[in-house]
């Protein structure tokens, strides 16, 4: 004899969060559609009842009703990589909290082929927007030529010669600098990201332009990929025997960090008694590297949450008064940097 399936609880809706919340179910709408002007109180008991109903929305239904779609294109890349991750994870995040699904194409920022069969791809689909995630000059260009029926938003750093305001990279890397300067370095080696990307321009340049402020020679650089292996055939490029060798290695990521770290230990250079090793991003292993490593700390996170409420902006056509606090880097200080030994 079979046993009967208990039925399946019937997912709550707006009227079952607004009874259980004690508010009118139109408040309970507004505030999962993203608008402001609720009291903090109201805002807080309306989520704590989402929570705990587990609340929902139906999607399907809601665009029916709306005639308008509540999916966002995501342009994104190497999403295995930490940065590009966390921002993506960030924005689908926000877009979740605020009523849309994100829909991830991922596309290979170096091949142009495939960056026109990804945009191509986008625009075949019904969407309320989309967020491109522009690493590179290629990306940048291929979206700003291509004809959109929807919203755009690009996320991309300007580059440090077009831009009066400085981008994170330029950011941290000064912050980078002025740390091994203090330390009294000054003999540097900067491993950089590979060139078509904005980023790595800009903490190259932003590296530079410190040095040359404090009258310093500038760094001698060797182009990376991000990925370990670059960092470590890098480092080896590297004179680190002679009189003139660097005694500090600004590296423009974590993972080109291990694999310089790696072999700088090969060749007998200690760090950091004979040269002080910084990255960027502060991936999770940084802090159990050996040594740990000293790097630059940016929430992702926030970046990506940031740039979906642009977007959310360009859709709506309605300014946004909560404004997310800013991304600032913070300087990470562990064992992997020390004051110059004379």
Same mark, same amino acid.
Not at 14 to 39: E, F, N, W
Not at 121 to 127: F, G, I
Not at 134 to 142: E, G, H, I, Q, W
Not at 158 to 181: F, M, Q, Y
């Given at each position: 004899?079979?046993?009967?399936?208990?039925?399946?609880?019937?997912?709550?809706?707006?009227?079952?969060?607004?009874?259980?919340?004690?508010?009118?179910?139109?408040?309970?709408?507004?505030?999962?559609?993203?608008?402001?002007?609720?009291?903090?109180?109201?805002?807080?008991?309306?989520?704590?009842?989402?929570?705990?109903?587990?609340?929902?929305?139906?999607?399907?239904?809601?665009?029916?009703?709306?005639?308008?779609?509540?999916?966002?294109?995501?342009?994104?890349?190497?999403?295995?990589?930490?940065?590009?991750?966390?921002?993506?994870?960030?924005?689908?995040?926000?877009?979740?909290?605020?009523?849309?699904?994100?829909?991830?194409?991922?596309?290979?920022?170096?091949?142009? #082929?495939?960056?026109?069969?990804?945009?191509?791809?986008? #625009?075949?689909?019904?969407?309320?927007?989309?967020?491109?995630?522009?690493?590179?000059?290629?990306?940048?260009?291929? =979206?700003?030529?291509?004809?959109?029926?929807?919203?755009?938003? =690009?996320?991309?750093?300007?580059?440090?010669?077009?831009?009066?305001?400085?981008?994170?990279?330029?950011?941290?890397?000064?912050?980078?600098?002025?740390?091994?300067?203090?330390?009294?370095?000054?003999?540097?080696?900067?491993?950089?990201?590979?060139?078509? +990307?904005?980023?790595?321009?800009?903490?190259?340049?932003?590296?530079?332009?410190?040095?040359?402020?404090?009258?310093?020679?500038?760094?001698?650089?060797?182009?990376?990929? +991000?990925?370990?292996?670059?960092?470590?055939?890098?480092?080896?490029?590297?004179? +680190?025997?002679?009189?003139?060798?660097?005694?500090?290695?600004?590296?423009?990521?974590?993972?080109?960090?291990?694999?310089?770290? #790696?072999?700088?230990?090969?060749?007998?250079?200690?760090?950091?008694?004979?040269?002080?090793?910084?990255?960027?991003?502060?991936?999770?292993?940084?802090?159990?590297?050996?040594?740990?490593?000293?790097?630059?700390?940016?929430?992702?996170?926030?970046?990506?949450?940031?740039?979906?409420?642009?977007?959310?902006?360009?859709?709506?056509?309605?300014? #946004?008064?909560?404004?997310?606090?800013?991304?600032?880097?913070?300087?990470?200080?562990?064992?992997?940097?020390?004051?110059?030994?004379?």
């Amino acid at each position: 004899m079979t046993q009967e399936r208990p039925p399946r609880p019937k997912p709550a809706t707006l009227y079952d969060v607004a009874r259980a919340a004690g508010v009118s179910h139109q408040t309970v709408s507004r505030l999962v559609k993203g608008h402001t002007g609720i009291r903090p109180e109201t805002r807080d008991r309306v989520e704590r009842a989402l929570k705990e109903l587990d609340y929902r929305p139906n999607m399907t239904a809601r665009s029916l009703a709306t005639s308008r779609s509540h999916r966002i294109g995501a342009l994104a890349y190497e999403l295995l990589q930490v940065a590009p991750h966390s921002i993506l994870h960030g924005a689908s995040e926000a877009a979740q909290e605020s009523g849309y699904l994100l829909d991830i194409l991922s596309l290979d920022p170096f091949d142009d #082929r495939a960056i026109g069969v990804a945009l191509e791809r986008v #625009r075949e689909q019904d969407l309320a927007g989309v967020l491109a995630f522009a690493p590179t000059d290629a990306v940048c260009a291929a =979206v700003a030529a291509t004809r959109f029926r929807v919203p755009v938003y =690009v996320d991309s750093e300007p580059d440090a010669d077009e831009s009066v305001k400085p981008s994170l990279s330029t950011l941290g890397s000064r912050v980078v600098a002025e740390h091994l300067i203090s330390l009294g370095h000054r003999r540097f080696a900067h491993i950089s990201g590979p060139r078509p +990307w904005v980023s790595a321009r800009n903490r190259e340049a932003a590296l530079q332009a410190s040095l040359r402020e404090h009258g310093l020679q500038p760094a001698i650089v060797v182009e990376g990929d +991000w990925s370990p292996a670059s960092g470590y055939a890098a480092a080896r490029a590297l004179s +680190w025997h002679d009189a003139g060798r660097p005694t500090a290695l600004a590296v423009s990521n974590d993972q080109m960090a291990l694999g310089a770290l #790696r072999a700088l230990e090969e060749m007998g250079v200690r760090v950091p008694e004979d040269v002080s090793v910084t990255g960027y991003d502060d991936i999770p292993e940084a802090a159990y590297f050996s040594p740990p490593l000293t790097t630059v700390r940016v929430d992702f996170g926030q970046q990506g949450r940031i740039a979906f409420e642009r977007l959310l902006t360009l859709i709506d056509g309605v300014e #946004r008064h909560e404004e997310l606090h800013a991304v600032v880097p913070e300087l990470k200080l562990r064992a992997s940097t020390a004051p110059l030994r004379r």
